[in-house]
């Protein structure tokens, strides 16, 4: 669905890119780096509000950045002798990193949406597997299914114990606010940032992993030292949910 505010970020997105762009092939001085290619960059490119959103060279968010400094950094490790389950893959530096993994299965609703190989249907509010995964990703997901309670103790259930969880979704300052798919299109982008949305998190998104039997670690970019922060333009904050029990 093409609305305003779409086109809006599109439009900005592109011309702040196509700017930073323009300002390295005249030679500006590359002093930021980004952790999802590697690249130094003169600077990130806008999308909405957020000023720094896009890495100039693979177009990576800030979330993408996060996810791949702490990789890299050893907070997080990624599970190559076991089995991930990544929904929705279109931040293609993780695709890199989850793909060299025994048994990787990116997936989603649509997967006729992805150019990434051996993609398979997945429906989380139907998601039946049970101790299956060491690892579930899901970037900006929950904020799309009807029921995220049921799909939080899906995922619960379809993880070996000790199996993690990493969770990141839009967040406000304000307690979560729920909608429903029986709400107009332009109601929901309205209420919740954007057409196919049916709830805007806040900060009790963790109250709802823990309730759905979760044991949970919260990891803020705001955390990062701030030098550190500024080089990656390091944004959002990662819910990492570990299912109880033994590896």
């Known amino acids: 669905m093409i609305t305003v505010q779409r086109v809006a970020k599109a439009v900005g997105k592109h011309l702040t890119r196509s700017a930073l762009k323009l300002r390295k092939a005249l030679g500006a ?12 960059v003169v600077g990130f490119f806008r999308y909405g509000d957020n000023g720094e959103w896009g ?45 060299t993994a025994a048994d990787y299965m990116p997936a989603d609703l649509d997967p006729s949406r992805y150019t990434v190989p051996n993609m398979h249907r997945v429906d989380l509010m139907e998601l039946a597997d049970a101790d299956r995964y060491d690892l579930f990703y899901a970037s900006h997901v929950m904020e799309h299914v009807p029921d995220d309670m049921v799909v939080l103790r899906n995922i619960l259930r379809a993880l070996k114990p000790g199996g993690e969880a990493w969770l990141i979704v839009p967040l406000w300052a304000k307690p979560t606010e729920d909608g429903s798919f029986a709400m107009p299109p332009r109601e929901r982008e309205r209420r919740f940032g954007q057409w196919d949305h049916v709830r805007q998190y806040g900060p009790d998104f963790a109250d709802r992993i823990r309730a759905a039997g979760f044991d949970l670690e919260e990891i803020d970019a705001a955390g990062i030292d701030v030098a550190t922060r500024h080089f990656y333009a390091l944004d959002d904050r990662l819910f990492r949910a570990r299912k109880p029990g033994a590896q």
Do not use: Y
């Open 29 to 40: 001085r590359a002093s930021r780096g980004c952790p999802a290619c590697g690249a130094t």
């Open 55 to 99: 890495c100039p060279d693979c177009g990576a968010s800030p979330r993408e950045r996060l996810m791949n400094w702490l990789i890299a950094q050893g907070t997080l490790t990624v599970p190559t002798d076991g089995a991930i389950l990544h929904m929705a893959p279109n931040e293609a530096s993780l695709v890199r990193r989850f793909s």
